[in-house]
């Protein structure tokens, strides 16, 4: 690990024993006597959206990650740290996701006095793709992009929130059966979107590869210019091959993420150009990691999810402009 991130993190652990001690004595009793005080923190705007589904008014909900805020490189701050001191439950993706947060709940989780759930380490281990488990990082984190994987989630949150406060979980239980029906329509609606795209046309290309488990779901072949993760920035090497393969497959469109500059995207474009000489389209901007800002229609999961597969379906499901046939 890097030196500097090694110092953050160990001035957050700091900042965090000395918030536990002086956190102990404010509105002693208050949370754990009434449930609808139950504070609850969601790292990812999609975590929250899940636990908002569930919980309806009977929490306080915070989200710390909002739109456009990469999971993968984010360092909290000290007010964070405060936001994370007074949550009842956290809930977080884990597997690696918020890579710079992970000692901070790590440590947290060993308090009686907190809930810390990483949704996505709950998940049958069979169901994950795996990362590079020679580096300690066994499976790719970003498990909302498969829905039926995202609903396994919501019962991870509703178990959780029924436990910390039985008398709504009959609610809980309730709501993220309705919710989970809406899921099960939005599965359909991402298989159907994908059916339009001609088959030797669903190749997803993206900055980094956060679209595996959408590609395994789905049926779409995922190429990234970075890995899993966007902690290292991509090289020259690593656009150039990508490049390769777009020039190779004869992709129409390759997509910009909100979480990421466009310009690795954009560099990628620029290598096909001079190695074809073939036009590769921008196809839009896909939300990989983080939602879309309030009112844009993607600042909830189902949005979002049906934002990414219009995009992607209406950029893939035309003919590869300038082909030799
Ligand atoms: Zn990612």
Redesign the pocket.
Known sequence: MRPLLVFLTGVLLMLLAACGAAGQAPEPGAASTDASELTVLATTQQIADAVANVAGDNIALTILLGPGI???TYVPTESDIQTIQNADIIFYNGLH?EAQMERVFEQLAERADVTVVPVADQLDETSLLSWEPEAGLPYD??VWNDVRLWTEVVFVISETLSEADPTNAETYQTNAETYVAELDELHQYILNGVEQIPQEQRVLITA???FGYFGRAYGLAVEAVQG???ETEASTADVQALADIVAERVVPAIFIET?ISPRTIEAVQEAVRAETGREVAIGGTLY??AMGEPGSGADTYIGMMRHNVDTIVSALGTAAADTDE
């Open positions: 990469d999971p993968h996701l984190p970003h980094h590869d956060a899993l993760s966007t979480t990989s990691d």
